[in-house]
T-cell receptor, first 110, second 117 residues
Framework: QQQVKQSPQSLIVQKGGISIINCAYE??????FPWYQQFPGKGPALLIA?????SEKKEGRFTISFNKSAKQFSLHIMDSQPGDSATYFC?????????FGAGTRLFVKA | GAVVSQHPSWVICKSGTSVKIECRSL??????MFWYRQFPKQSLMLMAT?????????EQGVEKDKFLINHASLTLSTLTVTSAHPEDSSFYIC?????????????FGPGTRLTVL
């Protein structure tokens, strides 16, 4: 199976709160798991990515948690800011093949 | 991060005309580029994989005669929408695969909004 299931579809978080977006994949052959941030009318921008040999990766306020046995990974945005309001896509890939999640629209209330 | 550009950023054309969209990797060479289509509030739909010097690989359901892809150099891929119709109106996004020691990373262009009247 090639699906990547992403949840929630939309998320509203108070400024300063933690935003959590979850993804699950089925194909254990995937070896690269990026997260992309997309603002309206713009292309997706690589935010942070992880490979399955580590369980967590942190870059600034953004953290990926990876659970290989459960085939799940999540994005945590700490101290969420209104400027973080965007659509976030998780993805799973191997070689040239990348499968994207359906996206999560995040709105951070000021 | 790596920079991928697209041109034009938006285009309006009449039904029946052809439109060419350029995708350039500005600070790295990309043997592989991808073309996506995105409908409002939806995820990215891969249209084709473009390999430098060879024919593109199209996803199932994508008309190769309608969406012509050329990847003539390591920094440029073009998508030509031939005989465009209103249903081709969409947001087209390219990406380029940058090789790295830890693996390849996909970087996206800013997208091109196509409106066919």
């Amino acid at each position: 199976q090639q699906q990547v299931k992403q949840s929630p579809q939309s998320l509203i978080v108070q400024k300063g709160g933690i935003s959590i977006i979850n993804c699950a994949y089925e194909n254990t052959a995937f070896d690269y798991f990026p997260w992309y941030q997309q603002f309206p009318g713009k292309g997706p921008a690589l935010l942070i990515a992880i490979r399955p040999d580590v369980s967590e990766k942190k870059e600034g306020r953004f953290t990926i948690s990876f659970n290989k046995s459960a085939k799940q990974f999540s994005l945590h945005i700490m101290d969420s800011q209104p400027g973080d309001s965007a659509t976030y896509f998780c993805a799973a890939s191997r070689g040239f093949k990348t499968i994207f999640g359906a996206g999560t629209r995040l709105f951070v209330k000021a | 991060g790596a920079v991928v550009s697209q041109h034009p950023s938006w285009v309006i054309c009449k039904s029946g005309t052809s439109v060419k969209i350029e995708c350039r990797s500005l600070d790295f060479q990309a043997t592989t580029m991808f073309w996506y289509r995105q409908f409002p509030k939806q995820s990215l739909m891969l249209m084709a994989t473009s390999n430098e010097g060879s024919k593109a690989t199209y996803e199932q359901g994508v008309e190769k005669d309608k969406f012509l892809i050329n990847h003539a150099s390591l920094t440029l891929s073009t998508l030509t929408v031939t005989s465009a119709h209103p249903e081709d109106s969409s947001f087209y996004i390219c990406s380029a695969l940058r090789p790295g020691a830890g693996g390849d990373t996909q970087y996206f262009g800013p997208g091109t909004r196509l409106t066919v009247l």
